[in-house]
Structure formats: C-alpha cells, structure tokens
C-alpha cells in the first residue's frame, strides 16, 4: 500500500469520523428529547394509582427499564450505522479531490494537454479543478514556449560554430599557407567569436529580463533615453538615419539596469530595422498615473497581421539591411520581457508609412503590483 493511498485514507477515515460523531451526537440528542420526558411522566405517576389524564389503551406500557434498555440498544445500533453514513458521505465528498489527483499525476507524468474538466455540481472543489485547469493551460504554453526557445537558442549558437570549425579546417589542410593567410583566417575567427558572445550576452539578458524585477529604485526614463541616445548617436550617423527626441520627464520605479537595457533595445531595433535616410523618434511624457516612452521609426512596411510574429523566438520578417549580421532576432523579446516584469503595458502598432511605432506605459512614480497587460503575450523578438 503506497503513502498517497494510505493519506487519502487516512482522510477519508477523519472525514468518516468527523461525519459519524456528528450524525450519532444527533442520535442521541434525540434520544435524550424523547427518553427524559417519558421517564419523567413515568416517575410522577404513584405505584397503582393511575394518572387520570392517561388515556386508557390496550396491552401493556412500556416500564421505565424497558425505555432505558431500548435506548442503550438504540446508541448501540447507531454506531455502525453512523460510520457506515460517515464513510459513504467522505467518500462522495473526496470523489473530485481523487479525480484531481490522478490527472495531476497523468499531467506530471508529461501529457501537458490532460485537463481535469470536472463538471457539475459547481462548488468548492470543482473551482480548484478550473484553477487548476488554467494553471495546466499556463504552464503549458511555458514548457512549449521554452523548449521552442532552447530549440532555436541551439540552432542560433550551432551556426557560428560550425563556421568557425569550417574556417580553421580550410586553414590548416592548406599545405602552403602563409602568414598572411593564417592571420586573414583568424581574424575572421575573432569575428565569429564576437558574433557568438554578442548572441550569448542577448540570451543572459533576456534570461534576467525574465526572472523578474529584484530592486525597485526611483528613476525618469528622460534621462535614460538620453545616455542610451549619446552612445547610438555615431551609429545612427553612419547609416543616415535622424534621431529625435522629445524629452519631459516621465519618473517611474524600477531597476535602472533592466529599464536602460529596455530603452537600449527598443534604439537598437528601430535603428537595426529601418532604411537609408530614415528616421527614429523618441518620446517620454508624463500623463495622469503612466508615464510613456514612445519609439517611433521608419523602415520598411509591416502587415498588421505580422505584427504579432515579431514577438516569437528569434522571428525576423526580413535580413538585417545591407546583409549585416548584428542582429540577432532578441530585442523585442527582451523589451517585452522587461515590460513584463514591472507590470507595465507594451503597446506595438504598424505605421502605415512603414516602421512600427512601440508605447511602454509604466506606473508613475511607484511600482504597481497588478498583473501586466501586454499586448502580446509571451516574449516578443524581432
């Protein structure tokens, strides 16, 4: 006999218990109420001499020891009779919690799509199994979201290396390799390399936007836009593109270093993700109890229908412009991830001239504990 069935057992032998005190404390409180009157009237009433208001009946009455005896054999009986009730009564009542039970272990087993789906009559047990049910549903999309990711992480880490294998074997089977071409291969290797720790560094960031915000510290997003701003402002100018701002200040709690990463992000894709000439606004204002940062830029037209695509694993709706490689699909993934993790609301919408335009609303000057309202739900990439 296994410890899981010997505790559910076990409950239903306190739960038959509990029932069974019940139903014969009743018992004999009733008992009490019929047999103490009785004896009562028996014990007024004088040896041979008849109380005048008894009715006269035939055959004989019942003697006080008869009345006794009968509700000894009554308790008596009562009390397999209550257990009986008691334990047919627990058993009904755990009848969903061992239905829950054996799905939860079916789900745990690895079928993530089991549901309990327990029915009528809706009462306390039948909400935990709906509870229960969304949480099934949750950690469903989780597990599916995350093994997606891995599968993807893998592929992404897989491609530079095997590169990088192929260059160095190109390399040393060249039997008249010079210095000159040696050094050519590994300063493409170096290349290689820093793809590699680039992409390594976007995974731990997004590993640590998503763990959750640890440190809660005041800060206005006007004077993060403009550090991140200062240090794209030389990229920006190779590639043509203007860059706007219009700053107020927008204070708000959170932790700086997810926050600028945030910022550093949402710059980089619409700087990444746009064309010759083009142009990036950004703007932070402060209205009621949000403050905004809104990114704004030009690039090439997105379907609204795509929009949502741009939130999945290392999803890109074209090559980075002039085939470079700086990309590596995880900006949004980490903006929405750090949106999340202050409860914040992200906002995307498709500019009809081409580009996107992206809306990050944080709570005005302290952290709300409300459930964030993402418009895309899961990590968003693109």
């Given at each position: 006999?296994?410890?899981?069935?010997?505790?559910?057992?076990?409950?239903?032998?306190?739960?038959?218990?509990?029932?069974?005190?019940?139903?014969?404390?009743?018992?004999?409180?009733?008992?009490?109420?019929?047999?103490?009157?009785?004896?009562?009237?028996?014990?007024?009433?004088?040896?041979?001499?008849?109380?005048?208001?008894?009715?006269?009946?035939?055959?004989?009455?019942?003697?006080?020891?008869?009345?006794?005896?009968?509700?000894?054999?009554?308790?008596?009986?009562?009390?397999?009779?209550?257990?009986?009730?008691?334990?047919?009564?627990?058993?009904?009542?755990?009848?969903?919690?061992?239905?829950?039970?054996?799905?939860?272990?079916?789900?745990?087993?690895?079928?993530?799509?089991?549901?309990?789906?327990?029915?009528?009559?809706?009462?306390?047990?039948?909400?935990?199994?709906?509870?229960?049910?969304?949480?099934?549903?949750?950690?469903?999309?989780?597990?599916?979201?995350?093994?997606?990711?891995?599968?993807?992480?893998?592929?992404?880490?897989?491609?530079?290396?095997?590169?990088?294998?192929?260059?160095?074997?190109?390399a040393l089977a060249d039997p008249d390799a010079d210095t000159e071409t040696l050094r050519s291969a590994c300063q493409e290797a170096l290349a290689l390399g820093g793809h590699q720790e680039r992409l390594v560094q976007a995974l731990l960031a997004l590993a640590t936007s998503e763990r959750g915000v640890t440190r809660w510290d005041t800060?206005?997003?006007?004077?993060?836009?403009?550090?991140?701003?200062?240090?794209?402002?030389?990229?920006?100018?190779?590639?043509?593109?203007?860059?706007?701002?219009?700053?107020?200040?927008?204070?708000?709690?959170?932790?700086?270093?997810?926050?600028?990463?945030?910022?550093?992000?949402?710059?980089?894709?619409?700087?990444?993700?746009?064309?010759?000439?083009?142009?990036?606004?950004?703007?932070?204002?402060?209205?009621?109890?949000?403050?905004?940062?809104?990114?704004?830029?030009?690039?090439p037209v997105i379907p609204g229908n795509q929009i949502q695509r741009l939130f999945q694993p290392f999803q890109k709706l074209a090559p980075d412009r002039h085939g470079r490689r700086d990309g590596y699909g995880l900006g949004l993934a980490i903006v929405n991830a750090v949106t999340q993790a202050h409860h914040a609301t992200l906002t995307?919408?498709?500019?009809?001239?081409?580009?996107?335009?992206?809306?990050?609303?944080?709570?005005?000057?302290?952290?709300?504990?409300?459930?964030?309202?993402?418009?895309?739900?899961?990590?968003?990439?693109?």
């Amino acid at each position: 006999m296994t410890p899981q069935t010997l505790a559910r057992r076990s409950l239903q032998t306190r739960l038959a218990l509990a029932y069974a005190a019940g139903i014969y404390a009743a018992g004999v409180f009733v008992l009490v109420l019929v047999a103490v009157p009785l004896a009562s009237i028996n014990a007024a009433t004088p040896k041979g001499h008849p109380s005048s208001s008894a009715i006269t009946e035939t055959g004989p009455g019942i003697s006080l020891p008869q009345l006794l005896m009968g509700s000894a054999v009554a308790l008596v009986i009562l009390i397999p009779v209550a257990l009986a009730l008691g334990w047919f009564v627990a058993g009904r009542f755990l009848r969903p919690l061992r239905a829950i039970t054996a799905t939860a272990k079916i789900i745990s087993a690895g079928d993530l799509h089991r549901r309990l789906a327990l029915g009528e009559p809706t009462d306390e047990l039948t909400e935990l199994g709906h509870t229960l049910d969304d949480l099934f549903a949750r950690l469903q999309a989780s597990f599916d979201a995350q093994r997606h990711f891995v599968a993807n992480a893998s592929h992404e880490l897989r491609t530079p290396l095997a590169g990088l294998r192929t260059l160095l074997e190109v390399a040393l089977a060249d039997p008249d390799a010079d210095t000159e071409t040696l050094r050519s291969a590994c300063q493409e290797a170096l290349a290689l390399g820093g793809h590699q720790e680039r992409l390594v560094q976007a995974l731990l960031a997004l590993a640590t936007s998503e763990r959750g915000v640890t440190r809660w510290d005041t800060l206005d997003l006007a004077h993060i836009v403009e550090g991140v701003l200062a240090t794209r402002r030389d990229q920006a100018a190779v590639t043509g593109i203007d860059l706007a701002e219009h700053l107020t200040p927008a204070v708000t709690t959170g932790d700086p270093r997810l926050i600028e990463s945030l910022v550093a992000n949402l710059i980089d894709n619409a700087i990444r993700h746009n064309h010759a000439d083009g142009h990036v606004k950004v703007t932070t204002q402060t209205s009621g109890t949000q403050v905004a940062l809104t990114v704004a830029n030009s690039g090439p037209v997105i379907p609204g229908n795509q929009i949502q695509r741009l939130f999945q694993p290392f999803q890109k709706l074209a090559p980075d412009r002039h085939g470079r490689r700086d990309g590596y699909g995880l900006g949004l993934a980490i903006v929405n991830a750090v949106t999340q993790a202050h409860h914040a609301t992200l906002t995307t919408s498709a500019r009809p001239g081409g580009g996107l335009s992206i809306t990050v609303q944080f709570a005005h000057g302290s952290p709300t504990r409300t459930a964030c309202r993402s418009r895309w739900p899961g990590p968003g990439r693109r």
